[in-house]
């Protein structure tokens, strides 16, 4: 994204967000907080630019999360903690991830506790790597790239139960809700449940619901074929 700016284009590439960026990281080293006002003084002192050129510039670093007002990190040194990295990965790598499962694939060692893990992860969402949604009782961690929706059916797809039911209405276009729980093989009570959560989310919806005729919703269908070959076909 490019912002009409008299010094050029407003975007990472330019020389004079590098500079000001660089004057924050200075600041970061010689270990003090990065206030916006000692910033802007500093930079009018250091910089042959005007005074609104530089206050844009701020601007558009702190609305893009790279610089925080009151933080000792910019965006590009919150990956350098081997944790935070780590979590990162974790939830980049599967679409999104639980608090629990995060903390056992990170935490391999029990090493940590959830207090540790839930500042990395405010770390992470406040300089906007991730984004937090909530599913149910569970808070879900994605990636800032991913669509919500999809999230949930990536979340759905990991629970063997919930994948089956998915990949049978893949597998047919529509299904009436009492025949579900007989093609899947498993208990009525449990396949209702999940297929109630699933309807929720409009994972699957009603064909026709007269009938009670279900099928998947096309936007899923499409994603799954797209991101889950694989497993579906």
């Known amino acids: 994204m490019k912002f009409k700016n008299v010094v050029g284009p407003l975007s990472l590439e330019n020389p004079n967000v590098q500079k000001i960026i660089e004057i924050a ?7 003090k907080i990065v206030k916006v006002k000692k ?6 002192r250091s910089l042959g630019i005007s005074t609104g050129d530089i206050l844009e510039i701020i601007q558009f670093l702190n609305n893009n999360k790279i610089l925080i007002d ?3 990190h ?21 679409n999104g991830a639980t608090f629990s499962y995060i903390r056992e694939k990170v935490f391999t060692d029990h090493s940590g506790s959830a207090g540790q893990l839930l500042w990395h992860l405010k770390m992470l969402l406040k300089f906007k790597y991730i984004k ?37 209405f893949m597998d047919y276009k529509k299904i009436k ?5 007989k093609k899947i093989n498993f208990k009525r009570e449990n396949v209702n449940y999940r297929l109630k959560i ?7 919806i009603y064909k026709d619901e007269s009938t009670k005729e279900i099928c998947i919703s096309q936007r899923m269908k499409e994603f799954l074929l797209e ?7």
């Open 25 to 31: 990281k200075e600041l970061i080293k010689n270990n």
């Open 39 to 44: 910033l802007y003084n500093i930079a009018v």
């Open 70 to 72: 009151g933080s000792k």
């Open 74 to 94: 910019t965006r590009d040194t919150i990956l350098l903690n081997l944790y935070r990295k780590k979590i990162y990965h974790v939830i980049d790598s599967l």
């Open 132 to 168: 937090k949604i909530k599913v149910g009782n569970y808070s879900l961690f994605l990636p800032l790239d991913i669509e919500d929706d999809f999230g949930k059916l990536c979340f759905f797809m990991k629970d063997e139960l919930n994948r089956n039911i998915i990949q049978l």
């Open 177 to 181: 809700k009492p025949h579900v729980y």
């Open 198 to 204: 699933l309807m929720e989310h409009q994972i699957l």
């Open 227 to 233: 991101n889950f070959k694989k497993d579906i076909i």
